[in-house]
C-alpha cells in the first residue's frame, strides 16, 4: 500500500468514526451503514482517541519475535562473503552448509542481500548477455577431454618481464592443474602438459586448445607421441573453451584480487607454492556451482566410484 492509499484509507475511517458523532450517535447504525463490525470499530476508535489520525494508519502483521529468524550472526556471514568474493546466493548457500554446519536456503540468502541493497553486484562484476545462448555440457568420465589455456597475468612494475598461468582443467570434475612460467612458447606448454600428466589420477584421451602459437606443431606432435588426441577450437570463440575461460575468472575474483603480490612478483617459485595452495582449495574444499555444491575431487570420487 503506497502513500496515497495509506492517506485515503485513514480519512475514511475518520468518517466512519465522526459518523456516529455527528449523524446517528449510534454505533450499530453506523456499522450497518459502512458494512464494518462493532469490534473493527471499537478497534479504530480506542486507537484515534490514544493517537489521532496516526493511530488510524494500517499496522505491520509481522510477528515481534519469530524463533526461526536467521541469526544476525549468519547475517553477517552472507553479507561478507558477497561483498569480499562476490559469491551468488547459491555458493554462499553451499559455503554456509559445507564450513558452517548451516542450512540456508538460496531463495533466503537472496532475500537477504536484497534486504540489505546488496543483491546487486558493481559493474565490474555483472552478468553480461550474449546473442547466442549455448547449453552447458560436460563429458561423462574424467580424462575424456581436458582444456587448456594461458592466463596472461599483469606486466611486473618497472621491467619489461611478464608472467603466464597456464591452465588445465578436466571437462568431467573440473579438477584443474596451475603453473606459473615467465615465458609462453611450445617449450613451455610441453613441459606444463608433462606436469599435467603426470599429476592427474586419470588418463588423459584428449586436450582442447585455442589456436595460439604456444599450442602449434611441436606441442602437437608431442601430444600425438603420448597417445592424447589434439584438438583445436574454431578460430575467435573462447566460448568453446568455455570451464577454463571461466575457471580464469574465478581466479581474478578469488585469487588474484586478494592476493598481497608484495614479494612474489620478482620470485616466481614462491608464486607458483602460493599458486599451488590455491589450487589444492580449488580441488579439494572450494563447493562448485555447476557441481551441485560439490568439490572437484568429490565429483572425480563420485565418478570413479574411488573409496577413500
Known sequence: MNKNEQQRLVRWRVKVIRHVIEVTQNVSKTCRYFGISRPTFYKWKTRFDAHGETGLCDRTKRPRKCPHAISKDVVSKILYMRQTYHFGPAKISYYLDRYHQIRVAHSSVHRILQRHGMNRLPSSQKHRTHKH?????????????????????????????????FTAIDDCTRIRVLKIYDACNQK????????V????????????????????????????????????????????????????RTDDQEFYQLLDRDGIRDDIHLFNKKLRKWEDYYNFARPHGALDGQTPYERLKQKTKVVV
Do not use: C, M
Open 133 to 165: 545462448r549455448w547449453k552447458r555440457y560436460e563429458k561423462r568420465q574424467p580424462g575424456h577431454r581436458l582444456q587448456v589455456d594461458v592466463k596472461f597475468l599483469e606486466r611486473i612494475p618497472g621491467s619489461r618481464k611478464r608472467l603466464y598461468q
Open 188 to 195: 613451455t606448454a610441453i613441459r606444463f602438459i608433462n606436469e
Open 197 to 248: 600428466i603426470r599429476r592427474l589420477p586419470f588418463r588423459i584421451y584428449v586436450v582442447q586448445t585455442d589456436n595460439g602459437a604456444e599450442f602449434q606443431t611441436r606441442f602437437h606432435s608431442h601430444l600425438e607421441e603420448q597417445g592424447i588426441r589434439h584438438a583445436y577450437i574454431r578460430p575467435r570463440t573462447p566460448r568453446l573453451n568455455g570451464k577454463v575461460e571461466r575457471s580464469h
